[in-house]
């Protein structure tokens, strides 16, 4: 399921978007804000104490306040690289594309942003099951905006697949790495580190951006509660 989940949620997002051709905003936008609440709380409630909790071992040893500044450097790291892919991808991650006219050909630095996003989210996937339903929550609305955008724009049905199916790899494929590879596990907490980084920056943009010019909106409080609840209870 760890490498099911987030493949399936995009293809998912790509099948709907691609048949059913979703015009209201407003149902994509409720769970978007639901993906955001859900994913903050999975990596506030699961992820950030797991990899404090590592470093308490290094503090019987004499050294635990600088691992603690050590992670504490790479989750900034996290969101730095954040801010920086979001440079590329106009924040496609959490539901923004920009552009408009016929597009000939696949946007590339859109493309491999957004690749190196998913691949990084899904090294803590194998520790944290989880964080697979998260990460899949999140994933399933991003296709749908992503193909709709592609479609719309003109873009070859087959390179949008391409696209899709590429990008629902990258989750499994860095779930896989960090099992597979040795070198990766003694950096576990560091790469973990910064990916608690990313997802801070994506979840709370997401929660942030869910009231439209800061009004209160019953539904998406209602929606942001639950994605809470849900994470909290897992």
Known sequence: MNYLLPLLSVLIGYA?????????????????????????SLTVLHLLPEVYEATSHSHETGDGHNHGLSVGIFIMGGILLQ???????KGAEHG??????????????????????????????GHHHDLAWGIAIHHLPIAIILTLFFLNAGLDKTK??????????????????????????????????????????I????????????????????????GILLATFL
Not at 18 to 24: D, S, T
Not at 83 to 89: A, N, P, Q, W, Y
């Open 96 to 125: 923004h594309v920009h552009g408009h006219g016929h597009m000939n050909q696949i946007p590339w630095s859109l493309f491999i942003s957004l690749c190196l996003h998913a691949l990084l989210e899904g090294f803590p996937v």
């Open 16 to 40: 709907v978007a691609l048949v059913l051709r979703p015009q209201k905003k407003t149902n994509l936008k409720l769970l978007l804000a639901f993906s955001g609440s859900f994913l903050l």
């Open 160 to 201: 949008v697949f391409a696209f899709m199916f590429t990008f629902a790899l990258m989750t499994p494929i860095g779930t896989y790495a960090s099992v597979a590879l040795p070198g990766l596990a003694a950096y576990y907490p560091q790469i973990t580190a910064v990916v608690i980084g990313i997802l801070f920056h």
């Open 203 to 226: 979840s709370s943009t997401i929660i942030f951006e869910a009231s439209e010019n800061h009004k209160f909106n019953i539904a998406k409080i209602t929606v942001i509660v639950l």
């Open 83 to 89: 801010i920086v892919l979001e440079f590329f991808s």
